[in-house]
Nanobody, 126 residues
Framework: QVQLVESGGGMVQAGDSLRLSCAAT????????MAWFRQAPGKERDFVAAIFRRGYSPVYASNVKGRFTMSRDNTKNTVYLQMDSLQPEDTAVYYC???????????????????WGQGTQVTVSS
């Protein structure tokens, strides 16, 4: 069992930056695929970024690539999402997800993940 707790959300203006954190307890994340998803009001939960277990580079959704950076600190059992050049369309609840059995081809699918955090709100005003 893995418990995930996100933090770092808030209200910012377009062009600002935020760093989200996701702290995991109950299991080490070093061999676990970790991901970030987001969900805007009335929309589906969309893939943002993921790191497939250890030794892989992060992968990103096309609409955040070059602006968002995902990293993991296995010593702190925490993953991060650095979000730069935020835009109003980035407004959403951001969720951290984890799964140790996911396959690479399913990395971007929300239904592939068994463990989720409670989410943290990010609001970007123009």
């Amino acid at each position: 069992q893995v418990q995930l707790v996100e933090s770092g959300g808030g209200m910012v203006q377009a062009g600002d930056s935020l760093r989200l954190s996701c702290a995991a307890t109950g299991r080490t994340i070093s061999g676990t695929t970790m991901a970030w998803f987001r969900q805007a009001p009335g929309k589906e939960r969309d893939f943002v970024a993921a790191i497939f277990r250890r030794g892989y580079s992060p992968v990103y959704a096309s609409n955040v690539k070059g602006r968002f950076t995902m990293s993991r600190d296995n010593t702190k059992n925490t993953v991060y999402l650095q979000m730069d050049s935020l835009q109003p369309e980035d407004t959403a609840v951001y969720y951290c997800a984890a799964d140790s059995r996911i396959i690479l081809s399913s990395l971007r699918l929300a239904e592939s993940y068994d463990y989720w955090g409670q989410g943290t709100q990010v609001t970007v005003s123009s």
